[in-house]
């Protein structure tokens, strides 16, 4: 079983549309959650954190939290074209005595059509 | 600043060339990372420095070589690599360990 599973893409929405990205993860003692976006050729850019169950949100984004299920969201509201990219989900797995180690689901290619 | 750099953001070099990959955070943060990433896949971790000490080294080849001179830098050295491991090479910096990362833009290696 993987550590981080997304959904496999892509993922295709029309313009103004909510987008819903899943991630699920094995570990049941990690504490930090997180949402990168990849553009094609860039690096990845932190766009959400979270930490304790429920939802946070930021802007048109809202992680959502379910430790009990071993579940992380990311939904995108009002979608752009610019939202088109990669979204990376990644768990900070809790290695003792390791320092920090973030374990990366394979990614979900998110396309926002005008 | 709240800027992770990298230098250079292009390197193309043959198998049998020393190179350096250079990194730089000013963000006052202790633990410092280098990922690999290939085409389509998510990055993948290669080093963990924690307060300048190394603390995870994923069983990386030994034609990679990290070294962390300060808490603001991070090198990695380069010697007799292969046409496998070119990608793109990420650099990333966090408050301490278990904290958010992030990233600088990279250094595309291309091994000829």
């Known amino acids: 079983q993987k550590e981080v599973e997304q959904n496999s893409g892509p993922l295709s929405v029309p313009e103004g549309a909510i987008a819903s990205l899943n991630c699920t993860y094995s570990d049941r003692v990690s504490q930090s959650f997180f949402w990168y976006r990849q553009y094609s050729g860039k690096s990845p850019e932190l766009i959400m954190s979270?930490?304790?169950?429920g939802d946070k949100e930021d802007g048109r984004f809202t992680a959502q939290l379910n430790k009990a299920s071993q579940y992380v969201s990311l939904l995108i509201r009002d979608s752009q074209p610019s939202d088109s990219a990669t979204y990376l989900c990644a768990v900070n797995a809790m290695i003792y005595n390791q320092g920090g180690k973030l374990i990366f689901g394979q990614g979900t290619e998110l396309s926002v059509k005008p | 600043d709240t800027e992770v750099t990298q230098t250079p953001k292009h390197l193309v070099m043959g198998m049998t060339n020393k190179k350096s990959l250079k990194c730089e955070q000013h963000m006052g943060h202790r633990a410092m990372y280098w990922y690999k990433q290939k085409a389509k896949k998510p990055p993948e971790l290669m080093f963990v420095y924690s307060y300048e000490k190394l603390s995870i080294n994923e069983s990386v080849p030994s034609r990679f070589s990290p070294e962390c001179p300060n808490s603001s830098l991070l090198n990695l050295h380069l010697h007799a690599l292969q046409p496998e491991d070119s990608a793109l090479y990420l650099c990333a910096s966090s408050a301490v360990a278990y904290n958010e990362q992030f990233f600088g833009p990279g250094t595309r290696l291309t091994v000829l």
């Open positions: 979270i930490y304790s169950n």
